[in-house]
Every structure is written in structure tokens, then in C-alpha cells.
């Protein structure tokens, strides 16, 4: 359905009320939902890592160290027309109905998705209901909205969020941001000149002649080191925002904690017991990465080396082979990931392999820019002519594919599947059933060693205490399972997917019980395993 355009004419009593509501926005800054903080841990500081967040009382496993709303945040410009822009609540998302409590885990029903309206002056900031429209003019949008209107989709994230920013402390220096660890001086001049590029381009957006150019160098630096990615259940960035308390929390590639998202709500868990006056930690970057990559990207974005446990246990022992693809000519291990893709050096191995990276890295983004539905096709292209275009695609993929773990295969064998499911549901749409049979024979092959792959890469024991890649890996293999168990209910594949349903089991289950530590059961994380294992068991007790 095509969302609505809303009018921001207003009478003048929603315009009162939206101006309370702003009023109240702003002296409740201090006092936004940080939930039950103190009860459980302290802010203490120390000259070699700035302030840190210690245990007031012993912390159990699951236990919700911090709720905290963020005080600034936007979401990333590709998520503009899916989210509010008041609340954060995706277009995707489902009000929900009812709980049934009659298997084990309590299930939620969810009616209709949200809907969401855009503002008819910038046609960029889209909202869930008249009141968040209301709330978020009287507060931000009618600072920002001519602004918007100028410039449309390419305005930074980072300029959004600074204008946002600068909006709340009406110019001044933000008080909420005086704390924050700046780490000024470890920035290059580069970076710093790069800032000042950023400051004059901000001036299009909000009056900021309160503020020195060096007080705006050090706002920047700041947004830098303390700003949080926002992700969605899958993991997947979906904006930036900036929290008070939870910028305190410093890092470890063996945390104690877990930080994850509800809407643009962060909520932190204990992942372990910790002890009173323990250091709570959080991790900052993908724990599954090599040491030297870890260093690396710490270094780089947040100045400072990693002495945790883990960095000071690797440093004495090689990188585990998953870790790497290895060359698919001469076996060697070549570093190669999602994460350093676009970066000049992929790793060396014997054989020069230049050319099959290039057609890996053509293939990984015509995947990537196809929206791999694997049910119903969504482009408007002749079906014949999307056959012709998956195929191409799968067979350069077919061509490099090594079987292993690391995650970047499992992200190819991933979108194979999708493709060649796709290819299948296209050819039966065409009656071509030979040439679907065959490629259904493909499927059931990459859908073996697929499962295989994962279940050895960890879906087994996935915990975001491991990797917050093993958790992806582990949904997208559930998500997987259910739509192949739905869609091919007899035939040799129905056959494979039992087979592996008893291992799946096992990984469902120790799934269940992990992200009931780290994202307790009321997450929508938790409610999608626990309907994935509804799925198994009534898979299970048909065959
Ligand atoms: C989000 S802030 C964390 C709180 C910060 N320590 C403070 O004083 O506000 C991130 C910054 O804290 C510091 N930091 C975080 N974890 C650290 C660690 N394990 N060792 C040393 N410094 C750390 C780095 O300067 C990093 O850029």
C-alpha cells in the first residue's frame, strides 16, 4: 500500500499539545529511560582508560544490566521511508495481538504491519501516527525540515545527527556530551580537517556560530568514539544514535555483557557472572576477526590497544583456519571477508588469483544488489530474462565455492540458495519443469553442504560472546530451514532437511536458552527461535 501524504497544518490545540510535548522533551533530557542503572553498576575512572562501568552487586547470567533510550538518533538513509522518525518503529513491524502460552515459550500473534506517512514539505521524514509527527516537529522537524527539503537523501547521517544534536542544546555545547572521552589528540590531521569540512557543511543545517571551530572539532571526535551502531534483530545496521550511560561501558573481544536494540532502545545483558566491583565490557567490534584485525579496527576508531584476556591469549597463538578462505586453486589460506572486501589487500596465497577475485567480487555485488526473495520474484523484469540473470550469477558462484566455514562462503552459499530457489519458482511459473528439476537438484547439494557448514561453523553453540557473526549465521540457517521445511514438503529435499533436523534441534535449543540470556524472552529475537522450533517440532512430528 502506497503510504499517505500528511499535511503539517495543524489546529491550534495539537500544536499546543505537540509544544508541551517538546517542552517536556527537553527538561526530561536528564531523565530519559535509563532503567534501573545504579542499581547495578557505577561509573569509575581511571587514567588509562578513562571512565568504565564496574558491578554494584554480583550479576547473573541474562541478567538486564541497562535499558537506556538513546538521546539522539537517526536512522541511515536507506532505512528513511521504513522507519518512524519519531519512535524507530520499522514499517515491517507488526502490533501485536495476542500471546498463546500452550508451547513452552510464549508466542506472540501479531496483526497488521505499521504504515507509515511522510511529511508533504521534505518528503524525506516519515512517521508512524499524527502524534510522533507532531512530537517530532515540535521538537526537531521544524528546524530540520527546510533543510531536508534543499537537500534531500544526501545529507550525512553524521550531519543529521549533529543537527539533531546541536537542535537539543538549542546551540550551546551539549551537556550530555561533556563527559565523553574525546580522544582529540589521537585524531590525524586528516581526520581533523575532515571535520572542518563537516562543520561547514553542518552550517547548512543548523546556526552553530555558539560554538568555536574547536569545540565542533571536539563534538565530532566525540560522535566518533561514543556513537552506537543501531541494529536490527538481524544485526543489520539500521542508524546511529548516541546514549549517555552506555558510552561509558569499554570494550573487551571477550565481554562480560551484551548490548542489543530493541527498536532504538538499547538494553544491556550479563552474559556471565560477574562479581561486584568487576569491570563490565561490552565488545565494539566482531569478535570473530583475527587479533591483528581486532587491533586494527580498535586502533583505528577508537585509539587504544586491546589487553583483554583473549588479545593477550592470541597473541601466542596463529589465527584459527576458519578464520580464512582458503584459495580455491591451491588451498592456501587467504584472508577474505565481508568486512575488508572493498580493501586492496584480500590476503596472498602462491597461485595469483586476481582474476577469480574479481569475477567473486562482481558476482558478490550483483547478489547483493538483487533482492533475493526466493518465494515470488519482486522485479518487474520478464521472468525469462531473471532466469537468465540467476543463472549467470550462480554459476560464477558455483565455480568458487569452497566448501568451508568462514563466513564469507556462508554468505555466497546463503545467497546461492536463495538464487537458485528463486530460479526454481520462476521455471515452475514458466511449466519449465526439467529445468527446474535440475536446478532443484543443485539446491538439495549447496542446502547439504550449507547446513553443514554452519553447523560445524558454530550454529551449535552460537553465542554473541563468540560472535555476533555466529549469531547472523544461526538465524539466517533457522530462517533457511523453515522456508525450505514449508515450501518443499515431500521429495528428496524434504528427506535431506529431516536429516538434519535432529542436529538442528540440538542447535535450536542451545539458541533458545543463549538468547534468553542475551536478549530475554520477551525480544522479538527469542520469540523468532522460539517459532522456528514450534516449526521443527510440527515438522518433526509429521514425517
Ligand atoms: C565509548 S567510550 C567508553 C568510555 C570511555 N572510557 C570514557 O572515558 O568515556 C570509548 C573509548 O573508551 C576507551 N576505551 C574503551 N575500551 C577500552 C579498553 N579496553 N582499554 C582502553 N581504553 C578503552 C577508548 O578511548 C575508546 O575510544
Known amino acids: 500500500m502506497q503510504p499517505s501524504e500528511v499535511k503539517m497544518v495543524q489546529t491550534e490545540q495539537s500544536m499546543k499539545k505537540a509544544i508541551e510535548h517538546s517542552m517536556k522533551d527537553l527538561s526530561i533530557l536528564s531523565s530519559r529511560t535509563i532503567d534501573k542503572s545504579d542499581d547495578y553498576f557505577q561509573i569509575k575512572s581511571n587514567p588509562n582508560k578513562g571512565r568504565f562501568a564496574v558491578a554494584s552487586k554480583i550479576l547473573k547470567p541474562g541478567q538486564l544490566i541497562l535499558k537506556e533510550t538513546p538521546v539522539v538518533f537517526v536512522a541511515d538513509a536507506v532505512e528513511y521511508n521504513k522507519r518512524c522518525f519519531s519512535c524507530f518503529r520499522c514499517s515491517t513491524e507488526k502490533s501485536e495481538q495476542g500471546k498463546i502460552s500452550d508451547f513452552g515459550p510464549q508466542i506472540t500473534v501479531f496483526s497488521e504491519c505499521l504504515s507509515l506517512s511522510r511529511c508533504s514539505k521534505c518528503k524525506l521524514a516519515w512517521y508512524c501516527s499524527k502524534d510522533c509527527q507532531l512530537r517530532d516537529w515540535a521538537v526537531y522537524h521544524k528546524k530540520e525540515c527546510v533543510s531536508y527539503a534543499k537537500h534531500k537523501e544526501s545529507v550525512p547521517t553524521s550531519i543529521r545527527l549533529m543537527t539533531k544534536i546541536l537542535i537539543l542544546s538549542q546551540g550551546a555545547y551539549p551537556s550530555f556530551m561533556s563527559d565523553m572521552i574525546s580522544n582529540r589528540q589521537q585524531f590525524s590531521l586528516q581526520e581533523v580537517k575532515k ?74 545483558r550479563a552474559l556471565d557472572t560477574i562479581d561486584a566491583e568487576q569491570e563490565i565490557t561490552i565488545t565494539y567490534i566482531e569478535t570473530f576477526e583475527p587479533q591483528t584485525v581486532r587491533k586494527k579496527n580498535l586502533k583505528e576508531q577508537y585509539f587504544f590497544d586491546c589487553l583483554c584476556d583473549k588479545c593477550c591469549q592470541d597473541e601466542s597463538k596463529p589465527t584459527t583456519r576458519s578464520d580464512y578462505l582458503p584459495c580455491p586453486v591451491c588451498m592456501q589460506a587467504l584472508f577474505i571477508n565481508e568486512f575488508n572486501f572493498h580493501a586492496k589487500d584480500n590476503g596472498s596465497c602462491t597461485c595469483s588469483l586476481e582474476h577469480t577475485f574479481h569475477e567473486l567480487k562482481l558476482a558478490y555485488k550483483a547478489f547483493k544488489s538483487l533482492t533475493v526473495s526466493p518465494v515470488k520474484s519482486q522485479t518487474a523484469k520478464p521472468i525469462d530474462e531473471q532466469i537468465k540473470s540467476l543463472k549467470a550469477i550462480e554459476k560464477t558462484f558455483q565455480k568458487h565455492l569452497v566448501p568451508t566455514s568462514h563466513y564469507f562462503t556462508l554468505q555466497l552459499s546463503h545467497s546461492l540458495i536463495g538464487s537458485l530457489s528463486r530460479s526454481i519458482f520462476l521455471l515452475l511459473d514458466l511449466s519449465n519443469i526439467p529445468e527446474a528439476c535440475k536446478t532443484y537438484t543443485e539446491l538439495t547439494r549447496y542446502v547439504k553442504s550449507y547446513i553443514e557448514a554452519l553447523i560445524c561453523a558454530g550454529a551449535s553453540k552460537f553465542h554473541p560472546f563468540i560472535s555476533n557473526t555466529y549469531f547472523t549465521q544461526s538465524i539466517t540457517c533457522f530462517q533457511i530451514w523453515d522456508l525450505l ?55 518433526l512430528a509429521q514425517k
Open 195 to 268: 571535520f572542518g569540512e563537516m562543520s561547514l557543511l553542518l552550517h547548512n543545517f543548523i546556526d552553530h556560530s555558539q560554538l568555536t571551530a574547536i569545540q565542533l572539532i571536539d563534538l565530532w571526535c566525540k560522535l566518533q568514539c561514543n556513537g552506537f551502531s543501531i541494529c536490527d534483530d538481524e544485526l543489520s545496521k539500521v542508524g546511529v544514535g548516541l546514549y549517555e550511560k552506555a558510552a561509558c561501558f569499554n570494550h573487551s573481544c571477550r565481554p562480560n555483557a551484551y548490548a542489543y536494540f530493541n527498536g532504538h532502545n538499547l538494553e544491556l
Open 485 to 539: 521445511a514449508h515450501n518443499h514438503q515431500k521429495g528428496p529435499l524434504c528427506e535431506l532437511l529431516q536429516d538434519y533436523s535432529e542436529k538442528l534441534s540440538i542447535a535450536l535449543n542451545t539458541s533458545l536458552s543463549n538468547a534468553n540470556a542475551t536478549h530475554g524472552q520477551q525480544s522479538s529475537t527469542y520469540i523468532q527461535l522460539s517459532q522456528f522450533k514450534m516449526s521443527l517440532t510440527t515438522f
